[in-house]
């Protein structure tokens, strides 16, 4: 019987990735007991995730959260962040682990110098690496994503009008340069045929509005009205969705659902598109080519070179013709 610590302290997405980990490690290694580090905002992602027995959020004190686990003896601890703040907590606990490697050289040349030498292995594979040794083996089923009945949307939350079916259009991304342009989302909506949910946090409340404007009844503005678990049921429900690339995307892909995502100045290259494992389902990535893209690797405000070719470039007319492929 092994004892494991998983520590990933962000981001949605990145910890919706690491979902197939947790469920091979528990399911494949007799009597694993598995923990999971996460930090306090993103609770919600792995709350109801059967396969951790524990959960530990880091708050305020790294000292006390440091001391706690101390108490817990580990036998192994899986590193899938790997970072300076990991690399101290590994120090103080002095147990094995193991790390998966973040590619951050690979990625500067492909930002900065254009040049691509990234593996072509999604951040799931490279994430099972860290736990390979232990003998446990990618088992196909794609991510987890859980939510507790309490947290389930029903049929009163959303306009009668989408009651019969709608698209999920997820508006929102932690950073500018990941956000398909609010007029850009009005044009696709109001030549839509469709009804529309629109997603995204409270930061994304007022553009939600503006896009909404071109049809009130047609596209539903539903940022910062639902939690981010409610927001996942939504898109569990949805026809299709239609996804920057932003956390949304990822609990999609747990869903099984089909995805149309908008790349901006991120690319599908560094190994984090919508991942099904052996389902045979479709994604499709709208992207243009522009000689800057990528520059950067997670991403900036506002474009830094003042024109955003990158997300102004991807086609409205594209977009509405693959979702009539799509439904």
């Known amino acids: 019987m092994a004892k494991f610590l998983i520590i990933r302290f962000s981001s ?19 009597g694993a007991e598995v923990h999971f580090l996460v930090r306090d905002k993103f609770l919600p992602v792995v709350a109801h995730n059967p396969y951790i027995d524990k959960i530990h959020v880091l708050a305020h004190s790294r000292e006390l959260m440091t001391e706690e686990l101390k108490t817990e003896d580990y ?5 899938l962040h790997h970072n300076s703040k990991t690399l101290r907590l590994k120090h103080a606990l002095k147990k ?3 790390s998966f490697y ?3 050289i690979e990625k500067y040349f492909l930002t900065a110098l254009k040049i691509n030498i990234l593996p072509k292995l999604h951040i799931v594979d490279r994430y099972m690496k860290t736990v390979e040794s232990f003998g446990v083996k990618n088992d196909g089923k794609g991510l987890d994503y859980f939510i507790s009945k309490e947290e389930e949307t029903r049929q009163e939350d959303i306009p009668v009008s989408h009651a019969a079916g709608y698209i999920a259009c997820v508006i929102g991304a932690a950073h500018g340069t ?3 342009p609010v007029h850009k989302w009005k044009e696709f909506c109001e030549q839509l045929k469709h009804p529309v949910i629109l997603l ?8 939600g509005d503006e896009i909404a404007s071109v049809d009130d009844i047609k596209v539903y503005n539903a940022c910062g009205k639902f939690k981010l678990n409610e927001s996942a049921d939504l898109v ?7 996804s920057n690339d932003t956390g949304l995307m990822h609990i999609a892909a747990a869903y099984k659902k089909t995805i149309i ?5 991120t690319v599908p290259a560094f190994g984090m598109t919508p991942y099904y494992g052996d389902f045979s389902m479709t994604s499709l990535a709208l992207q243009t080519k522009t000689w800057c893209r990528p520059c950067s690797k997670i991403g900036f405000n506002k474009c830094p070179l003042g024109h955003f070719k990158c997300m102004e470039n991807i086609s409205t007319e594209e977009l509405l013709e693959r979702v009539r492929q799509k439904i």
């Open 236 to 242: 569990r429900k949805a026809r299709l969705v239609i």
């Open 75 to 79: 036998d192994y601890i899986i590193d």
């Open 102 to 104: 973040k590619l951050n």
């Open 200 to 207: 995204g946090g409270p930061e994304d409340r007022a553009n």
């Open 12 to 30: 949605i997405g990145d910890i919706v990735l690491t979902t197939p980990v947790i469920r091979c490690l528990k399911q494949q290694v007799p």
């Open 178 to 180: 990941k956000r398909w």
């Open 261 to 265: 995502s908008l790349w901006g100045n």
């Open 96 to 98: 094995k682990s193991y």
